[in-house]
């Protein structure tokens, strides 16, 4: 019989998948990750304990053991804080020191849940680990693979695009076919305490935040010029790394408008926008892939569909190696929105082939980026 190691999260679907794994046979235990803690990180940069995430995270803890007395499952608690800290959010915000936006689950999935928490489940003899994660698990030119879930809704094979290949193997994915609705009828169906409980829509083990506040704790903010694509100077910024390229709330410009951002210059602590009338600043037809991590075996270049953000539809793309470290994705018909820091992730039908970071893109041969501060210079200069 496997020992199916489960995380469990103090959420419905891990606690779901728990239960159809019991019912299939396995033997299963359970396990809950702390990977965050205010006080120690605090401690780390001087800064005052946040916001009561201490708190919420107990809560999750006794919700994972509210779950694992009621299926009648042992229960696991295991401590990744040095781990998340080094590999996960000092990445997550050199990159916004950087001027751009990362992806922090995608992160997490790569260096803790299926990194650090899967080498303690093989540690601790299991045959498997198992997570509540909308994806499956398929076969791909006769490889492991990660295909989509069969509820699109859910699907979050997306943020699984950094996983190492060499895991496909050792782990399970049970909700695969099961549509959210159907798992919070089970959890209802079998009272568990957590049935109704909402999913969670905050940063990865850190928990539902004002963000901008909290970012601010550790990239303290820099107000700055807010300049539109014609030079002119529209309004004030709280902190040009708190914005995102098609970003249309929060900017607080009054007048004509509304604006959209289409660019920043950490350099010059400037914010770029454009008004929402002139949309093309938003569309580039092709962009560079670094830190490409392969998934599955393909020649190039391919024609396949690409996830620019989670949310996207499929986006028919050309995709091809550069070299060694860079891909290209080529749409010649321009996508928008495309922004650097953000995965792209790419698939031949279900079967995700692999994913990498964005780290330029191009209108035609042009650098959008460079193109958008030259138009704002020409006009400062005219």
């Not at 050792?170 to 959210?180: D, G, T």
């Not at 580039?284 to 996207?312: M, W």
């Given at each position: 019989?496997?020992?199916?190691?489960?995380?469990?999260?103090?959420?419905?679907?891990?606690?779901?998948?728990?239960?159809?794994?019991?019912?299939?046979?396995?033997?299963?235990?359970?396990?809950f990750?702390?990977?965050?803690?205010?006080?120690?990180?605090?401690?780390?940069l001087?800064?005052?304990?946040?916001?009561?995430?201490?708190?919420?995270?107990?809560?999750?803890?006794?919700?994972?053991?509210?779950?694992?007395?009621?299926?009648?499952?042992?229960?696991?608690?295991?401590?990744?804080?040095?781990?998340?800290?080094t590999?996960?959010?000092?990445?997550?915000?050199?990159?916004?020191?950087?001027?751009?936006?990362?992806?922090?689950?995608?992160?997490?999935?790569?260096?803790?849940?299926?990194?650090?928490?899967l080498?303690?489940?093989?540690?601790?003899?299991?045959?498997?680990?198992?997570?509540?994660?909308y994806?499956?698990?398929?076969?791909?030119?006769?490889?492991?693979?990660?295909?989509?879930?069969a509820?699109?809704?859910?699907?979050?094979?997306?943020?699984?695009?950094?996983?190492?290949?060499s895991?496909?193997?050792?782990?399970?994915?049970?909700l695969?076919e099961?549509?959210?609705?159907?798992?919070?009828?089970?959890?209802?169906?079998?009272?568990?305490?957590?049935?109704?409980?909402?999913?969670?829509?905050?940063i990865?083990?850190?928990?539902?935040?004002?963000?901008?506040?909290?970012?601010?704790?550790?990239?303290?903010?820099?107000?700055?010029?807010?300049?539109?694509?014609?030079?002119?100077?529209?309004g004030?910024?709280?902190?040009?790394?708190?914005?995102?390229?098609?970003?249309?709330?929060?900017?607080?410009?009054?007048g004509t408008?509304?604006?959209?951002?289409?660019?920043?210059?950490?350099?010059?602590?400037?914010?770029?926008?454009?008004?929402?009338?002139?949309?093309?600043?938003?569309?580039?037809?092709?962009?560079?892939?670094?830190?490409?991590?392969?998934?599955?075996?393909?020649?190039?270049?391919?024609?396949?569909?690409?996830?620019?953000?989670?949310?996207?539809?499929?986006q028919?793309?050309?995709l091809?190696?550069?070299?060694?470290?860079?891909?290209?994705?080529?749409?010649?018909?321009?996508?928008?929105?495309?922004?650097?820091?953000?995965?792209?992730?790419?698939?031949?039908?279900?079967?995700?082939?692999?994913?990498?970071?964005?780290?330029?893109?191009?209108?035609?041969?042009?650098?959008?980026?460079?193109?958008?501060?030259?138009?704002?210079?020409?006009h400062?200069?005219?």
């Amino acid at each position: 019989m496997k020992r199916i190691l489960v995380g469990l999260s103090g959420g419905v679907d891990s606690a779901v998948v728990a239960y159809l794994l019991k019912e299939q046979g396995y033997d299963v235990t359970c396990a809950f990750m702390r990977n965050w803690d205010s006080i120690t990180n605090s401690d780390i940069l001087g800064n005052p304990t946040l916001d009561g995430d201490q708190c919420s995270q107990e809560k999750d803890w006794d919700d994972a053991r509210s779950v694992a007395d009621s299926l009648g499952l042992p229960l696991l608690r295991i401590d990744f804080i040095e781990e998340y800290w080094t590999n996960v959010f000092e990445q997550f915000l050199s990159t916004y020191r950087a001027g751009r936006t990362p992806n922090p689950d995608i992160l997490c999935n790569r260096y803790i849940k299926f990194d650090s928490f899967l080498e303690f489940a093989r540690e601790k003899g299991f045959d498997v680990l198992a997570t509540g994660h909308y994806a499956r698990n398929g076969v791909y030119h006769g490889m492991p693979s990660i295909e989509k879930a069969a509820d699109r809704n859910k699907d979050q094979s997306y943020f699984l695009a950094e996983v190492n290949r060499s895991c496909l193997d050792s782990i399970l994915f049970p909700l695969a076919e099961v549509p959210k609705p159907e798992v919070r009828r089970i959890a209802e169906e079998l009272h568990l305490s957590i049935a109704k409980k909402k999913d969670s829509t905050g940063i990865c083990f850190i928990g539902e935040r004002k963000f901008r506040e909290f970012l601010s704790n550790y990239l303290p903010m820099k107000p700055g010029r807010i300049v539109d694509i014609n030079g002119n100077t529209v309004g004030e910024h709280k902190g040009v790394l708190y914005y995102t390229i098609g970003q249309r709330k929060g900017l607080n410009i009054g007048g004509t408008g509304p604006y959209y951002v289409i660019g920043k210059n950490i350099h010059t602590n400037e914010l770029y926008v454009a008004s929402t009338s002139d949309e093309r600043w938003l569309y580039s037809t092709s962009c560079l892939v670094t830190g490409f991590n392969r998934l599955a075996d393909f020649e190039t270049p391919i024609h396949c569909t690409a996830k620019f953000r989670y949310r996207q539809n499929d986006q028919p793309v050309l995709l091809e190696q550069v070299d060694d470290s860079v891909w290209r994705a080529s749409y010649p018909e321009g996508i928008r929105s495309v922004t650097p820091g953000q995965e792209a992730v790419f698939y031949d039908g279900d079967t995700m082939l692999g994913g990498g970071v964005i780290d330029r893109i191009f209108l035609g041969k042009e650098d959008l980026s460079i193109k958008i501060e030259e138009t704002i210079g020409a006009h400062h200069g005219s």
